[in-house]
Nanobody
Framework: QVQLVESGGGLVQAGGSLRLFCIVS????????MKWHRQAPGKEREFVAA???????HYADSVKGRFTISRDNVKSTLYLQMNNLKLDDTAVYYC???????????WGQGTQVTVSS
């Protein structure tokens, strides 16, 4: 059974940093895209960053230059390094993984990130 478990969220002051982790219960070589998304209170879930199986990365404009996504297929872990955090980054952050072949998407349960002034 595929499970994605996020951790690393918390309370941080504006300008600070956090590193999110998404540990996957199976070999991540079986996934193509792995992504981070977020959902702020009262807003729809939005894309944050993606890393393709080849290693190339893509970011939402709002986080470019501040966030870095990476994946370690040996450790079956997806990461999101978040620097220079802003108040608008406050949200529940979710990781996802798209299965090779049919692109079925698995989701984690989310981890809360709160940025204070």
């Amino acid at each position: 059974q595929v499970q994605l478990v996020e951790s690393g969220g918390g309370l941080v002051q504006a300008g600070g940093s956090l590193r999110l982790f998404c540990i996957v219960s199976v070999d991540t070589f079986r996934f193509n895209n792995m992504k981070w998304h977020r959902q702020a209170p009262g807003k729809e879930r939005e894309f944050v960053a993606a890393v393709i199986r080849s290693g190339s990365t893509h970011y939402a404009d709002s986080v470019k230059g501040r966030f870095t996504i990476s994946r370690d297929n040996v450790k079956s872990t997806l990461y999101l390094q978040m620097n220079n955090l802003k108040l608008d980054d406050t949200a529940v952050y979710y990781c996802s993984a798209d299965r090779l072949g049919d692109n079925y998407r698995y989701w984690g349960q989310g981890t809360q990130v709160t940025v204070s002034s």
